[in-house]
């Protein structure tokens, strides 16, 4: 039958993988008593082995959950004992003294001030000497709280074993021998919660150091009777050890040695000694208990399973998915909108979008070098006149024109527009890493975005050294046919209407915030006599005729009349009306027969060569930035993300990833709670068939 034990166990850890309900939990062996009363050399003893923490000041600051696993011997060999710590993933552990310095090190990681936690630590044996067992080391009552441990922490240990010390676990209350029992306070927390001792079993320790009449007549249990009964050890570590055997089994003599040399006491067959009893003992107990709550567990879980089983159709239709199919799912829709985006950055699209820079360029140029001047309406009247030659014109002109001209094509165009569309890339991956499934993604999503800044940081310096390196010959020259010539013409009349329309649009702001625009009329009348006299009083200043405080006096006078804001506003109204009318001059000249005629009229009309100009630059910026950095990106990056986000992984990071969207996470938490539950039920049911007496209790499969 021990099958079903072993069975069990494994059931149990499943369950508690699943959820640490008690409903869903099989009896294990807790083992409780007072500090000192040699609890650990028990626990050892039964592992045959000496791994648990050692020292004075309380080192069981956690349960210990120990599962002790049977490893039955192979072709005569002992298999490896070894232990594990499944939370943390460090793998078989072979020597002892190592898990005992990692128990050691969980225990005083527990902080001072708490000096206790319920936090249980895992650990499990496998060995050809242990039976199948789960043992929970809980921390020793302390009689009286010393100096470093503060006072409430007796209470806090007394119910942190009350709560592991119920129903259906079994109690292993360890008492020594030379303590008398009415003091075990493992015995009286025992007694609680089991009046009747049915699930109780003594240990009575360091049998050897009372005489051994005594020792059988506390062994016989008839002061304190328990309904499974006491056994006597004794654990007493060996002084000495040979050279061929382990400390266990020097221990493990000696404790025969002691009692046979007292065999007339503790011969009858009523009494139990040794540690080999009481682990015999541990295990009857462990299975007859397990196979008592069978019948429970086997329904609870039935139930769960069909809940499980009910949601996960109705919430899901029993689709299954994994880690592995989300992360896949999820790259392809990142290319997929990738390459959806990336119909942005066709060349037309590119070169409109740099054309528009470069007008915006093209109007600064004209603002800086014509419209300032005042000479330009001469321009339009020339412009005007049929009888002017164009090659006759005077060479102010030709001069204003070339140095436009290199302004705009020497205003770093290479790198201004390599720029621009770089950050239309880094645009672009910004808004898809802003969508859905990746807002739940932040550290895949950075990656992402640093491998697309990486590929643009190593793209932008040579593409923008070619570009500068191609529009090159038109800082000397540039050649026009009157094709060019009438789409620039076109272009730059459409330029200028926009212009005007947004002068008028800011007027039409002034005039609506200062109230109307006869109130506008009279404010700019008003700012204009402020002109007039301020440039008097300079004329006077420069004569040195002025009275200082005089004019202090009269400028607040007047600053009263209106207020200071709406005289700021018709100052600009006031430039907005000199700029509209320029643009009105020039419009017309634009769209004169003159600026018709072809680009030999090209002094007389700059604006539609400087637009012929930026139309030149576009083009041949867009088709290198297309070259060297679009192709360069478009073909980069999804191999990145397949490179880098993708094959990076590990199972356990796919994993993380996957649960990091909360949607997927409830998925996969229901789907392996359904499976852990069907793989449970299996085993239960196996039972089932083993053992007849079950069978008829089991629900139908
Ligand atoms: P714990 O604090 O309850 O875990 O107790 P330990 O197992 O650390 O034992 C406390 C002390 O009692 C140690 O010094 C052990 O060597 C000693 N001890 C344990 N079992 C026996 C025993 O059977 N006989 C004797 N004489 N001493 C023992």
Redesign the pocket.
């Given at each position: 039958l021990m099958h079903l034990t072993r069975t069990l166990i494994e059931i149990r850890s499943m369950l508690l993988s699943i959820d640490k309900s008690d409903a869903l939990k099989l009896p294990s062996i807790v083992v409780i008593?007072?500090?000192?009363?040699?609890?650990?050399?028990?626990?050892?003893a039964i592992v045959g082995h000496e791994f648990?923490p050692?020292g004075s000041n309380m080192?069981?600051r956690r349960p210990i959950e120990l599962t002790l696993i049977h490893t039955p011997a192979r072709d005569g060999k002992e298999a490896v004992e070894y232990g594990e710590f499944p939370a943390l993933g460090l793998g078989k552990i072979t020597d002892f003294t190592q898990i005992q310095k990692t128990l050691t090190d969980l225990n005083l990681a527990v902080p001072a001030t708490e000096a206790v936690s319920d936090d249980p630590i895992d650990l499990r044996i496998y060995s050809s000497r242990v039976p199948d067992l789960t043992l929970i080391d809980l921390p020793?009552y302390i009689q009286i709280a010393s100096m470093d441990q503060p006072e409430s922490l007796k209470d806090k240990i007394s119910s942190l074993c009350e709560k592991y010390i119920r129903e259906p676990n079994i109690i292993l209350a360890?008492c020594?021998?030379d303590v008398d029992l009415a003091n075990s306070p493992a015995l009286r927390a025992s007694r609680r919660v089991d009046p009747l001792g049915l699930r109780t079993i003594g240990v009575v320790?360091?049998?050897?150091?009372i005489p051994p009449d005594q020792g059988a007549l506390i062994l016989s249990g008839n002061r304190y009777p328990l309904h499974l009964g006491y056994v006597g050890?004794?654990?007493?570590?060996p002084g000495k050890k040979g050279r061929t055997e382990s400390t266990a089994q020097v221990a493990q003599r000696a404790?025969h040695e002691y009692f046979s040399a007292n065999r007339e006491y503790y011969n009858s067959s009523s009494l139990m000694t040794t540690t080999d009893t009481l682990r015999k003992r541990l295990m009857d107990v462990l299975e007859s208990s397990m196979a008592s709550s069978l019948h429970g567990i086997t329904n609870a879980v039935q139930l769960e399973l069909e809940e499980a089983q009910y949601q996960f159709k109705v919430q899901y239709n029993d689709r299954r998915i994994s880690a592995e199919s989300y992360v896949a799912e999820t790259v392809d829709l990142l290319k997929a909108r990738f390459k959806e985006f990336t119909t942005q950055f066709r060349k037309p699209q590119v070169r409109a979008k740099l054309k528009e820079m470069l007008d915006e360029r093209v109007m600064d140029v004209l603002e800086q070098l014509y419209w300032s001047d005042r000479r330009t309406p001469e321009l339009s009247d020339l412009a005007a006149d049929p009888k002017v030659k164009p090659d006759a014109v005077e060479s102010y002109w030709r001069y204003k024109l070339e140095a436009a001209s290199s302004l705009l094509t020497k205003s770093g165009v290479g790198r201004d527009s390599t720029l621009l569309v770089a950050d239309g890339l880094r645009g672009l991956i910004d808004s898809i890493a802003a969508g859905e499934p990746f807002t739940h993604h932040p550290r895949a999503t950075e990656r992402l975005i640093e491998y697309s800044h990486a590929i643009l940081r190593e793209r932008i310096g040579i593409t923008s050294d070619q570009v500068e390196n191609c529009i090159k010959p038109y800082k000397y020259e540039v050649e026009v046919d009157s094709r060019e010539w009438e789409i620039g013409r076109t272009e730059a009349v459409q330029l200028f209407e926009k212009e005007m329309g947004l002068c008028e649009e800011k007027l039409k702001d002034i005039r609506k915030k200062v109230g109307g625009s006869r109130r506008l009329n009279n404010l700019v009348s008003y700012v204009k006599t402020l002109e007039e006299k301020e440039r008097e009083k300079k004329a006077r200043m420069l004569k040195g005729t002025e009275d200082a405080t005089e004019s202090n006096e009269a400028s607040t006078v007047d600053d009263y009349r209106y207020p200071p804001a709406h005289v700021l506003d018709a100052r600009h109204a006031m430039l907005y009306g000199e700029r509209m009318s320029i643009l009105k001059l020039r419009l017309a000249s634009l769209k004169s027969k003159r600026c018709r005629g072809g680009p030999e009229n090209d002094l007389l009309c700059p604006e539609a060569f400087l637009s012929v100009v930026a139309d030149k630059l576009a083009y041949t910026s867009a088709m290198f930035i297309n070259i060297e950095l679009l192709d360069h990106f478009f073909y980069q990056f999804p191999r990145e993300i397949d490179s880098r986000l993708l094959y990076d992984l590990d199972r356990r990071e796919i994993v993380e990833f996957a649960r990091e969207n909360p949607t997927i996470r409830r998925h996969l938490e229901l789907q392996e709670r359904k499976d852990k539950l069907e793989e449970v039920m299996k085993q239960l049911n196996s039972l089932a068939t083993l053992r007849p007496d079950v069978k008829q209790q089991a629900p139908r499969r």
């Open positions: 008593g007072s500090q000192s009363s040699g609890k650990s050399s028990v626990l050892e648990l050692k080192v069981t020793g360890v020594a021998a320790t360091k049998m050897d150091l050890v004794v654990c007493k570590p404790e």
